[in-house]
Every structure is written in structure tokens, then in C-alpha cells.
């Protein structure tokens, strides 16, 4: 069975709601995250690592494949699933890496630039529909004309909303067209927002999305919240040597966590870094009760060993550390959505860890990571 649904499950008086994607016999409870892949790996994983874990699907971005040109990948005839050894995974396919802000350069009504190794490159609308329909993913999100600059003007971004419902309306239409020039059956289209600092043009963007053939209602839920974050955030913070150390229902007890000797705030940071010399001698997990692999078998002082010489060992234990708490992280979201009492775990929550400002210079995440992270 191919056919995507979304439902809500519980309604509130809000947009904070419960709900539940099902594709390909796959269900994924919402508030949820789908895995961050650089060219489709979770960085320092293996695809069995990542069978250990509680995640069902796998951002992929067409950016990173393209650099050689053609692309080796487009002549593996069986489709991304198989080409990445992910086939129990769903895939979510995008055309930029969403934890890079930086412009490649600028986009044209016909094409999207794109930042590669190699330089960089001009999408056109055919040539997405050409590659996808040779990776075969399981969902695509339309090309979109995304502004990186800070407050980009609004007449800059009204023609960025009108060209990226252009692009969704080539790839919906493309399936009027001809076999060998339109979208393939059982690939199922998200549209892309834009719209920026601008409410009005954000307003229209999902409106005008929402008018056209887009997945089974998907944008119409997803519109009134988002649903679905990133994992790039714990991805970029493992890579920076930080173990995630926050939690949603156990931010009521204050002390099950610890005050940095770095910080100046009266809040907690909501990581331990550890390139610090203070886990020299730290021979704790990085969060008590916490079952990954890491915090079962080694101590922190043991990762500052790793990370500290730069041992592979170490990424792959604050990888698989950061993922399964942020993971556990979503569950407790959605537990205490349901229970009724978010507002109020969100507020201790801030209370307990205030609201982590990125440093652009330490780490890049998306701005949906970000908001996940800080609720």
C-alpha cells in the first residue's frame, strides 16, 4: 500500500496537537524528526546503527549528489532505498541542505543554484523531475526559491513565493504530460513554504499551496503546526564534541541536571561539552537513566578521551547519544500533549533551560531544528 495519510489525532484549541503520518505501512507518531543525512548517511552511523534507533525516515538532499556531473547514483537502477541500504526507512527527498544558510547563488525563474563540492549547479524543474523519478524516494518536497539573507525586501520575496508555487505547479502538472516527462506514480509531492519575515506573504504561500494536488491533506494539517523537524541540530552538536543533556519530563526536577562551571546563567545549558578538561576525571554517563550505547558503557571522561584526540569512537558515541535523546525528547512532547499539560512542561522547560541562542560560528542548524530545540 502507497498511499499517504495524515491524521490528526486530537484536536486542541491551539495548533499543538498529536497526530500520525502513514505511508508504506510505516506509521510516524507526530511531533516527530526525520533523520538528517549528509549525501545519504547519518553522519558516523551505520544504516544498522540507525535500525537501533526509533526513527522511521531519512531527509536526503539532491545538492549533495550532484557535484560530479552526471551524478554516478542515477545509473544504480533500483532506486535510492536499496542505493543507500535504507529500504525499511521512508525517504524524504529536497533539493537544499537544510542546515546550511548560506545563498549558493542567486535562482532565475528556470532554475535553482545549488552549492557542491564541485561548485555550482542550475536545477531546472525537468532536471528534478528526471532525478527523482530515478531515485525513486518516497516523498519530494518542490523546488523552492529560498531567500538566505537576514530581511530580504518584500518585493524580493513576493517573486520568491510566486516562483516556488510555480515550480510545485510544473511538478504537479508533470503529470499530465507524457510517461518519460512527468512525476512518477507513488512519489508524493510536500509542498514548500516560503514567505519569510513577511506574514502576508507567508499567509499566501500556504494558501496557495493548499489550493493545489498536494498529498492527502498533509499540507492542510501541517499548516496548522508544524509536525515534522530535522535532525540536524543533534547531528551539528555532536559534531561540535556537545552531548545533549536536556529533557522535557524531567525538567521538574532540577536536580537531575547540573550547573556548568562556564555558565553565568541561572539557567542549565542543555549540553556538556566534551573537548572540556573538567571530564577529565568524570566518570558519570552523560545522562543519568539514559539507554544508549554510550551512557550504558562509557563515561564521560572516557568520550573526552575520544573527542579530545579526535578518535572516530567519539563521534559515533555523541551521535548515537544525541539522537536517542532527542528522540525521547519527541516522545515526551507528544505525551504531554496529550496529557494536557504542554503550555506548562514548555514554560518549566524554559525555566529550567532558558532559550539557547545558536553561535553562528560554532553551529548551523535549521530553523526548524531550532525551534524544536527550544520549543
Known sequence: MNTLSFNILKTTENSIRPGKLTLRE?????PNCILYTTKGSVPHLTPDNLRHLPFGAVQVTLEQFVDVQPPPSIK???GIHKFLNLEDFLVYFDIRD???IQTSSFNTDHYVSVRTHQGVRKITADDYIDYMNIYKPDIVANMADILYSERPGQ????????RTLQWLDELLNSKKLTVDRRIQEGIHVFGALTGNQYREERKRSAEETMKRDVSDGVLAGIAAGIDLFDTSYP???ADNGHALTFSLKHSQNQSDFEVSNSSTSNTIPRSINLLDPQ???????FVPMCTCIACLNYSR?????LVDTREMLGSILLISHNLLQYAQFFQDIRESIENGTFEKDAKMFKDVFGFEELDPATITSSSSSEEASSL
Open 26 to 30: 510505516k506509521t510516524i507518531k507526530t
Open 76 to 78: 544504480f537502477p533500483d
Open 98 to 100: 537544510p542546515s546550511k
Open 155 to 162: 518585493n524580493r520575496v513576493r517573486k520568491s513565493v510566486t
Open 235 to 237: 547531528t551539528k552538536m
Open 279 to 285: 571530564f577529565k576525571k568524570d566518570f558519570r554517563p
Open 301 to 305: 571522561a572516557y568520550v573526552h578521551h
